[in-house]
């Protein structure tokens, strides 16, 4: 039996459909057990994460969460800028937070919706595994930004996978991965809205498009068995951590477990 903590803001519907659905995956056979779901929000910040804090209570699954927010105006710290070095409270804030977890027993943590970059506090002191919504060696960034490069660069294919936590932002190794397209004869209508809309447009016009809006909702339906298919193949030994090799290429196995379910 794989234990894994779970690591997670908690939102959106997103990050709560993640959880739900591993559940069901437990339920169905899946040799995984969640030891603790940690959250950098309070009960009460947001209705979102508290239906999520719910969802876990009501499993008897231990919850713990830490504020970073609060965290962050406790200490006059700022907010984060992108391709600046991380401000000195976020690795305070990865030092609270890997206390919590020491107390507890698991083999590794995912992350799945969670908002904060991990720091050496963290990703040095336990096994940590994230999701990201793009092929190994695509596009980097949140969910947004990597939809707007596939856009922006006329992709045929996206994906998603699960690289281990380092230092070094959305590219430690590998693990495994999923394809799917993003191109073909029911996707052409959509890239031809797009294109009509001229040279450099907004983001808010490009997310705007039927065409962003059908890449993320492909990305969103692998993505989670992806995850179940990847905790299956850690747990039963196929794969290791960190990995050995070529990582896994799981898009037959997501693809089965999408058509049992449509």
């Given at each position: 039996?794989?234990?894994?903590?779970?690591?997670?803001?908690?939102?959106?519907?997103?990050?709560y459909?993640?959880l739900?659905?591993?559940?069901?995956?437990?339920?169905?056979?899946?040799?995984?057990?969640?030891?603790?779901?940690?959250l950098?929000?309070?009960?009460?910040?947001?209705?979102?994460?508290?239906?999520?804090?719910?969802?876990?209570?009501?499993?008897?699954?231990?919850?713990?969460?830490?504020?970073?927010?609060?965290?962050?105006?406790?200490?006059?710290?700022?907010?984060s800028?992108?391709?600046?070095?991380?401000?000195?409270?976020?690795?305070?804030?990865?030092?609270?937070?890997?206390?919590?977890?020491?107390?507890?027993?698991?083999?590794?943590?995912?992350?799945?919706?969670?908002?904060?970059?991990?720091?050496?506090?963290?990703?040095?002191?336990?096994?940590?595994?994230?999701?990201?919504?793009?092929?190994?060696?695509?596009?980097?960034?949140?969910?947004?930004?990597?939809?707007?490069?596939?856009?922006?660069?006329?992709?045929?294919?996206?994906?998603?996978?699960?690289?281990?936590?380092?230092?070094?932002?959305?590219?430690g190794?590998?693990?495994?991965?999923?394809?799917?397209?993003?191109?073909?004869?029911?996707?052409?209508?959509?890239?031809?809205?797009?294109?009509?809309?001229?040279?450099?447009?907004?983001?808010?016009?490009?997310?705007?498009?039927?065409?962003?809006?059908?890449?993320?909702?492909?990305?969103?339906?692998?993505?989670?068995?992806?995850?179940?298919?990847?905790?299956?193949?850690?747990?039963?030994?196929?794969?290791?951590?960190?990995?050995?090799?070529?990582?896994?290429?799981?898009?037959?196995?997501?693809?089965?477990?999408?058509?049992?379910?449509?």
């Open positions: 039996m794989l234990r894994i903590a779970w690591l997670t803001t908690g939102r959106g519907p997103g990050s459909g993640a739900e659905y591993a559940f069901r995956a437990i339920d169905a056979g899946l040799p995984v057990s969640i030891a603790v779901v940690f950098n929000r309070e009960r009460g910040e947001s209705e979102a994460t508290d239906r999520l804090i719910a969802l876990a209570e009501a499993r008897g699954v231990a919850v713990e969460t830490l504020s970073s927010v609060r965290f962050r105006r406790a200490r006059g710290g700022r907010l800028r992108p391709g600046e070095p991380l401000p000195a409270w976020r690795r305070e804030f990865d030092e609270e937070v890997a206390t919590i977890l020491g107390g507890y027993s698991f083999d590794l943590a995912i992350m799945f919706g969670y908002m904060l970059i991990a720091t050496d506090a963290l990703h040095e002191r336990f096994t940590i595994l994230n999701d990201h919504p793009a092929l190994p060696g695509g596009p980097v960034g949140t969910w947004q930004q990597v939809i707007r490069q596939l856009m922006d660069t006329g992709a045929r294919e996206s994906g998603c996978m699960w690289n281990v936590v380092t230092g070094d932002l959305d590219r190794p590998v693990l495994t991965y999923a394809r799917y397209a993003t191109a073909g004869p029911d996707m052409d209508p959509l890239w031809a809205e797009y294109r009509a809309l001229g040279a450099d447009p907004d983001n808010e016009s490009i997310e705007a498009t039927r065409l962003f809006a059908e890449i993320r909702r492909r990305g969103v339906l692998a993505e989670r068995p992806l995850m179940v298919e990847t905790l299956r193949a850690l747990a039963e030994g196929r794969i290791a951590v960190p990995p050995d090799g070529t990582p896994a290429d799981l898009t037959l196995d997501v693809n089965r477990a999408l058509s049992e379910t449509a």
